[in-house]
C-alpha cells in the first residue's frame, strides 16, 4: 500500500473546478467537470458529505415564475373561451356507466389537490437543495399546463355531468371581450377551482387535477431520502383518492384522467431522466438532447452539477445561522481524507471530516490521505 499526503490547501482546486469522483466508475477514475460561471457547486451525489450550493440565478427563478403563470393562465383564458363552444351532452364512459354521479366527491377531489401541493412545499421547506426541486416543479407543472392548453384549445368535450345544464353555465351566442376577461379574472382570483354550479364548462382533455396531484407526488417521491421514503405512501394515496374522486363525482372522464398520468409521468422521467446523466458530454450525446425543450432544460440547469442529487433534509436558513452564528475555534483545525477502495466491478468514495485539536506533530497540518493498491 501506498500513501501520498497532500496539504489542506492543496484541496482548494477540487473546489475551483468541481472535482467530481465517480462512485459508480468500474475504472475508479475521477473526471472534472466544468466550472460554474457563477461559483459553481460542488457534486455531493459523487462526493458524499461535501455539501453543493445551488446558485440562486434570480433570472431563472423570474422566468420560471412567469413561464408557470402564463402557462396557468393560458389554461383559464382557453376555456373562458371555449366554454361556450363545448357540448352539453355527455359522452359515453365505462366508468361513468358502472358508478352513478356522486356530487360529493368533486370537493374531495378539490382537497386532495391541496393536500398534495401541501406535501411538495413541505418537502421543499424541509430539503437540503429546497431550491432545486423547486425549479424543476415549476418547470414540469409548466410545461404540462401549456400542452393542456393545446388540447383544450383545439378539442371541447362536453361536460359528463347527468344534469349539465343546471352545473354548467348558459352559454352565450358570442363571446365578447366584457364575458372573456370577467371570466378569466374570476379563474385567475380563484386559481382554477370553480364552484360546483354555474362553472365554466369543457375543460376536459386532459386533466388538470391529475396533472398537479402527479406532478406533487412523483417530487415528493423521487427526493425524500432514503430513510424516509415510506412517506411516499401518503402522496400517492392522496392521488390514487383524488383521482378516483374525479372519476365518480363526473368531474372528468376517465380517459381526461389516464391521459394525465401518462403525460405526468412522461414529462417527469424524461426530464430527470435528462438531467441526471453524469456527465455534460454524455448528456449533449443523448438522443433527448435533439428534442428542442431540452435545449431550454440545458440552459436551465448549466450551473448545477450533472448526476442524481444527494437527497437529505436541512432546515431553512441553516448555512446562514452557521455563518452568522457560529464561530469557529481558531484553535481547532480541519483534517479532511479521501480513502479510495477497489473491486474488481465498482469503486467507491468517501470524504471524511473530522475537527481536532493539535494534539502532536503529525495534526499540526492539515492532510488528505490516499490509499492506493
Known amino acids: 500500500m501506498r500513501q501520498v499526503l497532500l496539504e489542506e490547501t ?37 462526493v458524499p458529505g461535501m455539501p453543493q450550493r445551488i446558485p440562486w440565478e434570480f433570472g431563472k427563478i423570474a422566468f420560471l415564475f412567469i413561464y408557470l403563470a402564463l402557462a396557468g393562465c393560458s389554461n383559464w383564458a382557453v376555456f373562458s373561451f371555449t366554454h361556450d363552444r363545448a357540448g352539453r351532452e355527455p359522452l359515453p364512459d365505462i366508468l361513468f356507466d358502472l358508478l352513478p354521479e356522486q356530487e360529493w366527491a368533486a370537493t374531495w377531489g378539490d382537497w386532495s389537490v391541496t393536500a398534495n401541493i401541501l406535501c411538495l412545499l413541505g418537502l421543499i421547506s424541509l430539503h437540503r437543495f429546497r431550491l432545486l426541486i423547486a425549479r424543476r416543479a415549476f418547470f414540469i ?45 374570476e379563474q385567475t382570483i380563484r386559481m382554477g377551482f370553480q364552484s360546483k354550479e354555474g362553472m365554466l364548462c369543457g375543460d376536459l382533455l386532459f386533466s388538470g387535477h391529475t396533472l398537479v396531484m402527479m406532478t406533487c407526488t412523483l417530487c415528493v417521491a423521487h427526493y425524500l431520502p432514503r430513510r424516509w421514503k415510506l412517506l411516499s ?56 438532447h435533439q428534442v428542442w425543450i431540452m435545449k431550454l432544460v440545458s440552459w436551465l440547469e448549466e450551473n448545477i452539477v450533472p448526476g442524481k442529487v444527494e437527497n437529505g433534509f436541512a432546515l431553512p436558513f441553516e448555512n446562514f445561522l452557521r455563518r452568522h452564528l457560529l464561530v469557529d475555534n481558531p484553535g481547532h483545525h480541519k483534517q479532511i481524507s479521501i480513502d479510495f477502495s477497489w473491486s474488481s466491478s465498482s469503486a467507491t468514495s468517501t470524504l471524511k471530516s473530522t475537527r481536532e485539536p493539535p494534539t502532536s506533530i503529525e495534526n499540526l497540518s492539515s492532510a488528505s490521505t490516499f490509499g492506493l493498491p
Not at 21 to 27: G, I
Not at 165 to 171: E, I, L, Q
Not at 244 to 256: E, G, K, R
Request: hydrophobic share 40%; aromatic share 12%.
Open 141 to 185: 407543472a409548466g410545461t404540462l399546463y401549456a400542452m393542456r392548453s393545446i388540447s383544450l384549445l383545439f378539442t371541447q368535450l362536453p361536460p359528463g355531468y347527468v344534469n349539465n345544464a343546471k352545473r354548467c353555465r348558459v352559454r352565450e351566442n358570442t363571446t365578447t371581450l366584457e364575458t372573456f376577461f370577467s371570466r378569466l379574472g
Open 10 to 46: 492543496s484541496l482548494l482546486p477540487i473546489h475551483k473546478s468541481r472535482l467530481r469522483f465517480s462512485a459508480n466508475s468500474r475504472r475508479g477514475s475521477c473526471s472534472s467537470a466544468p466550472a460554474s460561471r457563477e461559483g459553481g457547486a460542488v457534486d455531493s451525489a459523487h
Open 233 to 288: 405512501i401518503v402522496p400517492y394515496t392522496i392521488s390514487i383518492c383524488g383521482m378516483i374522486f374525479l372519476i365518480i363525482s363526473h368531474t372528468h372522464y376517465t380517459i381526461d384522467v389516464i391521459f394525465a398520468y401518462w403525460l405526468t409521468n412522461f414529462v417527469f422521467i424524461i426530464y430527470h431522466a435528462y438531467v441526471e446523466v453524469d456527465m455534460l458530454v454524455e448528456r449533449r450525446q443523448s438522443v433527448l
